[in-house]
Structure formats: C-alpha cells, structure tokens
C-alpha cells in the first residue's frame, strides 16, 4: 500500500484501517500471545501506551506521536475484536456509538442549538449528559484517574454546570486562603491536618492554572523534565571534575545548579 504521510486520501485511510483489521484478525487466529489476551490482560498496556502518548506529545515529537497512535489504535481494534468474539460488539458498532454521541451532543452543529464560545459548548455538553440520565455531572470523572488530573476534571465539569467563581481575583484570594489555614497547621504540627490542608492548596492552585488555561498536568510534567535534565547535568559535571556531589557542600552544588539552569530553561 502506497502511503502518502499526512495527505492521504479517504480511501486510502479506509484501505489502511481495513488492513489493519486483517491483520487483527490473522493475529488472534494464529498468534500464540495475541490468542490469550482479553480485555483484563490488555488494560495496563493500555495505559501504560496512553502515557507513551502522553510523553511524546509533551515532546512536541510527531513522528513518536504518530508511532503511539498506531500502538492505542491496535488496541481499539483489539478490544473490538474481542467485544467481537463474545458477541457483544464489533469495530463498526463502536465507531457508530461514537458518532451518534457526537452528533447528539454538538446541536450547534447537528440541530438548531446558537452558541457563542467554547465555553457555551462545554456547558451545553454537560447538560445534555445529565439529560441522558447521569445523575451526577462528576460520574464521567474516571475513579483510577491521577489525582492531579482528576482534579483539574472535577473542575471543569462543576464549571460547567454553572458552579464557578466570577473572576480571577477571587480564585487567587481562595489560593492565599488555603495557603494561610496550611501555615497554621503546619504551625500546630498535625500531621493528619497538614496534609488536608496542603491537598486544599494544590485544589486551589489546580482551579488558578485553569482560570489562566495551563494544564496543571503538563505543566508539572514539564518542571518535571526540566529538573531530570538540570540534575543529569549536575550530576554529569561534577563527574568530569572528580567529585562525587555527596561530598560536596550546598553551596558549591548550587553554583553548579545555577549553570544548569542556564542551559535548560
């Protein structure tokens, strides 16, 4: 198959995903690994290539994102084609139910629905959950979610259903009052009450960054990466120059902080 990256046309996409599903299908029947997964087996490499994904999109990395996509959309067929199997769904019956909720839930596109922003899409998309018969607009929130992630989610679904505060100001206000309330237990040295209190300061900190459209999740994962590669620096530095770091004295392992930081801003 010829391939023609980024510019193919439909039919050669459709050609592609068809191919893809022979395959699938070759791969149960014949291969030994591929016969004995089942949905259980198959979850945590699942989300083990979500992070990948993950990575190479921080990465800003297009061709590992194209590699990854490849990897979870294996995975989608091959959860179909097990669904399949046990007679419960097919590919088809999957990417129809996506479609369906797409076309329900966009009636500024699909119906006559008038909408001024993004933001009046997201509202719009959570009530009509909540008219599908959720009874809560927080039971699309996954349970197994990373706790600084699920958070940001908890916010921006309450958001949209109106529970929000009016400006920055106020968020930020809400931010140094958790601060305060932190510093007093720390003051008093409950352990039990540090902790809630200082998961009240990240929560506010979290409803900040989304007042300010940062993504907690990347921005922390960025500072995260930023810091691997200021101390593999250090750390390789100080090697060239004899030294081991335990032996040095906090101040010299600061000099050699502030030239890492120079490099990898």
Not at 18 to 47: A, F, G, H, V
Request: hydrophobic fraction near 35%.
């Amino acid at each position: 198959m010829k391939i023609n990256p980024g510019n193919n046309s439909r039919e050669t996409q459709l050609a592609a995903l068809n191919r893809l599903l022979d395959i699938m299908d070759d791969l149960r029947k014949q291969c030994p690994w591929d016969k004995k997964q089942t949905l259980e087996s198959l979850r945590q490499l699942t989300i083990e290539e979500t992070y990948e994904l993950g990575d190479a999109i921080l990465d800003n990395n297009l061709g590992e994102i194209r590699k990854e996509l490849g990897d979870l959309l294996l995975h989608i067929v091959f959860y179909a084609k097990i669904g399949s199997e046990k007679g419960s769904f097919d590919i088809g019956d999957v990417a129809h139910a996506i479609s369906e909720k797409l076309i329900i839930r966009h009636p500024h596109i699909y119906g006559d629905v008038k909408v001024k922003n993004a933001e009046e899409v997201k509202q719009n998309w959570e009530q009509i959950k909540l008219k599908e018969g959720k009874k809560s607009v927080l039971e699309g929130v996954p349970k197994s979610l990373p706790a600084l992630v699920k958070a940001t989610r908890l916010q921006e679904k309450v958001a949209g259903v109106g529970f929000e505060w009016e400006n920055m100001e106020q968020v930020w206000d809400k931010v140094e009052e958790e601060l305060q309330e932190f510093q007093i237990e720390v003051n008093k040295g409950d352990q039990k009450r540090m902790e809630s209190e200082f998961g009240d300061v990240l929560f506010a900190l979290i409803n900040y960054a989304r007042f300010n459209h940062i993504s907690p999740e990347n921005a922390l994962e960025n500072t995260n990466k930023k810091f691997i590669k200021r101390f593999q620096f250090m750390e390789k530095s100080i090697a060239e120059a004899g030294k081991q770091m335990q032996n040095l004295p906090l101040d010299t392992l600061e000099k050699y902080w502030v030239k890492a930081k120079q490099i990898y801003r």
